[in-house]
């Protein structure tokens, strides 16, 4: 039996310890926000967090999350009111959607670690995320704006 506290609540999961976290978080808690894409950590459908560091969960064995705290996109706020969840439906980045989550939860790492970043900083903290829609402009502007929202709501 393995104990996980996923989004501020335990779980106890009877699984394989090398089962990866993904199939956990979808198959035996029912969180199916985060995606899976390919499988091999390429594609960032599958990121979640572990103690606050952005993780590709299809990669990332359930026995590294025991005694840690996971969230998912489903756990990144309350009421889905997180500046890039609000950001990225101004911003109508979402076309198909897929891999929307773990684009968010890379995102929203980034704007932990940098309040005001710049185009670049972005592109480069997003380079391990695919979007096979091409929505990476919108993806930009969106995490600026939620970078601006962060800053206006620590006024």
């Excluded at 592109?123 to 704006?145: S, V």
Aim: with cysteine.
């Amino acid at each position: 039996m393995i104990t996980l506290n996923i989004n501020k609540k335990n779980y106890n999961i009877d699984v394989d310890p090398n089962t990866p976290l993904l199939w956990v978080l979808r198959e035996h808690i029912n969180l199916v926000g985060t995606k899976f894409g390919c499988g091999v950590a390429q594609c960032g459908a599958c990121v979640v967090h572990l103690n606050g560091e952005a993780v590709r969960s299809c990669v990332t064995k359930v026995s590294r999350a025991v005694g840690q705290k996971v969230v998912t996109i489903e756990g990144l706020s309350e009421n889905e009111n997180h500046p890039l969840q609000k950001a990225w439906i101004e911003n109508d980045v979402s076309q198909c959607g897929y891999c929307q989550a773990g684009q968010i939860m890379s995102a929203a790492v980034l704007l932990r670690e940098n309040k005001n970043p710049t185009e670049q900083d972005i592109d480069n903290a997003m380079a391990g995320n695919i979007c096979r829609c091409g929505t990476y402009l919108r993806i930009r502007d969106a995490i600026l704006l939620a970078a601006e929202m962060q800053r206006k709501e620590k006024k």
